[in-house]
């Protein structure tokens, strides 16, 4: 015998390999698509990854998906109406979406320093208890997209405690429309103030439970550490802001660094980690759940009695709003008065209901700090009472452009850990 192998076809073994061995990547490249699927990918993003073994070589992102004409829409409605449009953008931090919209819409008015007291405070404190419930959904979706399903029930149940509330005071759990120009929609409702500090209460202990399952869990750190690793740099050139940029050491928190709706008054700390990873990711937001925590509970101190709406007749929402057995709407006292008791009142409502006011000439820009970031709006009035253009920076758009760096090189189970650390919500990315 001499000594060499031969396949099946007769071909020599040695031969067959070194052939294989000079055959350029391109002609042996495999193209996959993720997604897309939920929840690894968030229900509508496709990821389109060229891989050699498990390695993956490129990715890339297909978006579009969930494409909702949301800013066209804006034109076409008047500056209060737009509210009901921007809260479904990113539809996990509603809240966010109708503040950024109505801090835009006062700037322009030159109303912002009229905004009353009481209703910047109700502003901070439901974002803050919905930057909470956002958190909640990364920490308790990224644990079960990499086998951790307990977290997921801890998560969720935490949450729901915080979307009985917003039920109680918006009438609606999600796309709450509740956050309008000039203030908010209706006051707390009675006893939404005690029931709000028991569910701060008992939160320290269920993030706790989650923090018992992840945090020094072996499993977790090895999926987790070094995984996703964007450093400052990337984060710069990217545009990348939120908890992926925070998971560098740099401690840019648009509270702090632009304070909008009071949060200068206000004691907290901005989370940071240096790891850059996935890991440091999870870690900084389950800080900044404490620290909202620490933030409502001011919030709640700092509620003193007075209007939730702006004096002016002509911007103020002419309805006294109360939240009844079918959700938020008009009060009987208000349907009263504008049927049978003022026809200068019905007149009024009618007016502001179907036409709106009329915003100044000029554009702005304006940002808040959502869970995932940077969330600007751009806005231009012509004059009229209806938008001119209304154009969203969300960070979940921006932050998405990080998937190729964090990915590529690494291996295919670790994409679904990258993408997690990101946290994108595609209603804002499709918006």
Request: glycine share 10%; hydrophobic share 40%; with cysteine.
């Amino acid at each position: 015998m001499s000594g060499q192998t031969y396949t099946v076809s007769g071909r020599d073994w040695d031969q067959l390999v070194a052939d294989l061995a000079d055959r350029s990547s391109a002609d042996e490249r495999i193209v996959v698509n993720m997604g897309p699927q939920h929840p690894s990918t968030h229900g509508v993003l496709r990821l389109i990854l060229e891989i050699e073994g498990e390695t993956v070589t490129q990715a890339r992102c297909g978006i579009g998906y969930l494409h909702t004409g949301i800013e066209k829409n804006l034109e076409f409605r008047t500056w209060t109406q737009g509210v009901s449009f921007v809260t479904r953008m990113d539809y996990l931090a509603p809240f966010f979406n109708e503040t950024a919209y109505c801090l835009a819409v006062e700037k322009l008015l030159g109303i912002t320093e009229a905004i009353p007291e009481r209703a910047s405070v109700i502003r901070v404190l439901l974002m803050e208890l919905n930057r909470i419930t956002s958190h909640l959904v990364a920490l308790a979706t990224g644990g079960m997209e990499l086998g951790a399903v307990t977290p997921m029930f801890l998560g969720f149940g935490a949450r729901e405690t915080i979307l009985d509330l917003f039920e109680e005071i918006t009438g609606l759990r999600m796309n709450h429309a509740y956050i309008r120009p000039g203030g908010v929609a209706a006051d707390l409702p009675d006893g939404a103030q005690q029931k709000i500090a028991a569910v701060l209460d008992a939160l320290p202990a269920q993030i706790a439970e989650v923090e018992a399952l992840l945090t020094h869990n072996p499993i977790w750190q090895a999926r987790t550490r070094g995984v996703g690793f964007l450093d400052l740099s990337g984060c710069m050139a990217l545009g990348i802001t939120g908890p992926v940029l925070r998971s560098t050491g740099l401690p840019h928190d648009l509270r702090k660094a632009a304070p909008y709706c009071g949060y200068e008054d206000y004691e907290f700390q901005v989370a940071t980690d240096t790891a850059c990873d996935s890991y440091g990711r999870y870690l900084i937001r389950v800080q900044e759940i404490y620290q909202s925590i620490a933030i409502a509970r001011q919030a709640l101190d700092k509620l003193t009695p007075g209007p939730v709406m702006i004096e002016d007749a002509a911007i103020a929402w002419p309805a006294d709003l109360d939240v009844g057995p079918d959700g938020l709407g008009n009060s009987r006292e208000h349907i009263a008065e504008i049927m049978g008791g003022s026809m200068e009142s019905l007149i009024h409502h009618f007016k502001l209901v179907t036409e709106g006011f009329r915003v100044p000439p000029g554009q702005c820009y304006v940002t808040v700090e959502s869970p995932r970031g940077e969330l600007g709006v751009h806005m231009v009035s012509d004059g009229g009472t209806r938008p001119y253009r209304v154009h969203f920076r969300d960070p979940s758009f921006t932050n998405l452009q990080a998937v190729s760096v964090m990915c590529e090189g690494g291996l295919v189970a670790d994409v679904i850990t990258a993408v997690a650390s990101i946290d994108p919500v595609m209603g804002g990315v499709d918006r």
